[in-house]
């Protein structure tokens, strides 16, 4: 490969890196991969990309002298850049199904990154406003877990029910991204509701009902006495951001 | 133009390699196909859905990691590019303070001053100790300056925040580059520990200037213009180990159970052995490994975490191929081996008595 079509091809696949990143900060998708306080940077680098692709297109016709010497290697580093441009427009894109949580397992604490000491933010909302993250983040930090006892709750999550469950039991779980999906983490509140039995595995719900406080391996949990559940659609922004 | 490439006389393994991405992508292709088409006819069936669930979870992992770790890849090879436009080494070794010690502690700290990661570190510590700065000092800088510089702090904190992992990550490099470094200062013989400089290194190292008059863009715009073709160079020789990197890390994540990981993972020792392993074999660009860490910090110990960002920027397999043009091969024994019983030591005793 010249040096001249060497440098076509890279401004080729640096404008569509930077025209894919850019479409999917356009569309909202990008929150399907990453968390929302990256998306600044990403959109910075989706520009860089095109104008990088700019000069070196132009450079490409003004290396006429340099025409007939070689590139090094550029056809296979070439290759391996195109791969997340492909993936992209090729799978469908989709936010990480509840179904991973059978690989990634699902954690009752709050995740490393959330692990904030400040609890008065989530003190003042409503408490039918709190997610799973706010909830469990309350449980971990607050000194006086007795304030929640009858507390009424409003959340949406995915089903998962384990063997450590007992029957009448289910987990409502939602993914936190701290960085990216790769770090996705499942956090689940356990609810309590006797007709278990028909809820779908993975599939999303919207729980309501009361805080009750449940002991579980020495450590006081929240669990929701559920009052009703509901089949809903998943939401548009499946994850919760720590 | 196979018969132009003189690797092509080793043999199929090297003319294999460029084959990957081609088989990758039709593998890509061929799932993403079933997956589109089990959303149009809306096919049901457990064994199906599965899959195609996989495949999108696949996809999902990958370009999280790739999207989120592509504005840290491109600001280090801006930063390296600036380096080989802007800067004169002859400078550097003026301004080098006499005593050794002193000097050999400043190496580890050089980075700070020339953001570039592991890919960068090795062509410009080989042309500081062509210009004259002592070897002890130069091995200083090229073990502690991808991760002990601006970029990797920002990418690292952006990770990980204000916790131990953070600060240690930093603590542990320098201290692991200045002893290494130290150690060089008992070998005199600089013509025992490297290789003289040749040409065809240039080519490898994208080290432009040595094959093009550096004297040819005078101008600001030239010089930026340079600055931006470095880096477009550099970014996809780096941008590869990346996207390789990724797709082990999704197929992982996507494949094995978490729960076998974790029987692998929460050994105080075995882990730690793990993960550096892996981080070798991975050889993540030190801006962007951080986020790959973060992805495992569910499943190991702290101290595997560390192993994993304080040796894989040393030592990984791109870099050990650098390693082996520069440095005769003692040396590079030396500099492979030193900085990972450092690690495991550190490490494992942090997870044994701090935890």
Redesign the interface.
């Known amino acids: 490969m010249t040096l001249r079509t060497g440098r076509s091809f890279q401004a080729l696949i640096l404008a569509l890196l930077g025209l894919f990143l850019l479409s999917r900060i356009w569309s909202g998708t990008v929150l399907f991969y990453i968390n929302q306080r990256f998306v600044f940077l990403v959109f910075l680098a989706g520009l860089g990309f095109v104008i990088l692709a700019q000069v070196l297109y132009t450079e490409r016709l003004s290396s006429q002298n340099s025409e007939g010497s070689p590139m090094n290697d550029s056809k296979s580093t070439l290759g391996w850049l195109a791969i997340p441009i492909l993936i992209g427009l090729l799978v469908p894109a989709r936010p990480l199904s509840p179904s991973a949580v059978v690989k990634r397992g699902i954690s009752l604490d709050a995740p490393i990154s959330a692990r904030i000491e400040d609890t008065a933010n989530l003190l003042s909302l409503s408490p039918t406003e709190r997610t799973v993250l706010d909830w469990i983040r309350l449980f971990s930090f607050s000194e006086n877990l007795q304030q929640f006892v009858g507390q009424p709750v409003d959340v949406t999550g995915f089903v998962f029910s384990d063997g450590r469950l007992s029957e009448n039991q289910f987990m409502v779980g939602r993914f936190t991204i701290t960085c990216c999906v790769a770090d996705a983490t499942a956090l689940g509140m356990i609810a309590e509701y006797p007709k278990v039995i028909g809820l779908k595995q993975h599939s999303w719900v919207r729980v309501q009902g009361k805080i009750d406080l449940l002991e579980r391996d020495g450590r006081l949990l929240p669990i929701i006495r559920a009052e009703s559940v509901e089949a809903v659609a998943p939401p548009e922004q499946p994850y919760l951001f720590p | 133009?196979v018969k132009?490439?003189p690797?092509s006389a080793q043999g199929w393994t090297v003319r294999l390699?460029?084959q990957?991405?081609?088989v990758?992508?039709a593998g890509?292709?061929t799932l993403?196909?079933l997956?589109?088409l089990q959303?149009i006819f809306n096919w049901q069936g457990d064994l199906l859905l599965?899959l195609t669930?996989g495949?999108?979870?696949f996809?999902?992992?990958?370009?999280?990691?790739?999207?989120?770790a592509?504005?840290y890849l491109?600001l280090g090879t801006?930063a390296s590019g600036l380096v080989e436009v802007f800067f004169s080494a002859e400078e550097l070794v003026r301004l080098l303070p006499r005593g050794r010690f002193l000097a050999v502690g400043l190496g580890g700290l050089l980075g700070l001053f020339f953001p570039v990661c592991e890919c960068g570190s090795i062509p410009l510590a080989r042309r500081l100790m062509s210009k004259g700065i002592p070897v002890p000092v130069g091995i200083a800088f090229l073990l502690a300056a991808p991760v002990i510089n601006p970029i990797v702090i920002a990418s690292t904190f952006?990770?990980?925040?204000n916790?131990p992992i953070f600060w240690l990550r930093f603590a542990l490099t320098l201290l692991i580059a200045v002893g290494v470094g130290l150690l060089f200062l008992f070998e005199t013989d600089m013509s025992r520990i490297i290789r003289p400089m040749n040409v065809d290194l240039a080519?490898?190292f994208?080290l432009h200037d040595e094959h093009e008059p550096k004297n040819s863009p005078s101008s600001w715009k030239g010089k930026l213009?340079r600055v931006?073709?470095i880096?477009?160079?550099e970014?996809?020789?780096m941008?590869?180990f990346l996207?390789?990197g990724?797709?082990l890390?999704?197929l992982m994540?996507?494949?094995?159970?978490?729960?076998w990981l974790l029987s692998l993972g929460q050994g105080p020792i075995l882990s730690v052995i793990v993960l550096s392993l892996l981080a070798v074999l991975l050889s993540i660009c030190s801006t962007v490994d951080s986020?790959?860490a973060?992805?495992f910090?569910?499943t190991f110990s702290a101290g595997a975490i560390l192993a994993f960002l304080v040796y894989g920027p040393m030592v990984d397999i791109k870099a050990t191929l650098m390693f082996l043009r520069v440095f005769k091969r003692k040396t590079v024994l030396i500099l492979i081996v030193l900085p990972w019983l450092f690690t495991l030591v550190a490490s494992a005793a942090i997870n044994l008595w701090v935890r």
């Not at chain 2, 996809?59 to 989120?68: C, R, T, Y």
């Not at chain 2, 952006?158 to 925040?161: C, E, K, S, V």
């Not at chain 2, 994540?253 to 729960?259: E, G, L, N, R």
Request: no cysteine.
């Open positions: 133009m132009q490439n690797a390699i460029p990957i991405p081609l990758i992508l890509v292709i993403a196909g997956a589109r959303q599965g669930d495949i999108a979870n996809s999902a992992v990958f370009l999280g990691i790739f999207i989120e592509a504005p491109l801006l952006a990770a990980f925040g916790t080519h490898s994208h213009k931006m073709i880096a477009a160079d970014f996809f020789e941008g590869r996207v390789i990724a797709l890390a999704a994540q996507t494949v094995i159970p978490q729960s986020f790959i973060l992805a910090s569910n």
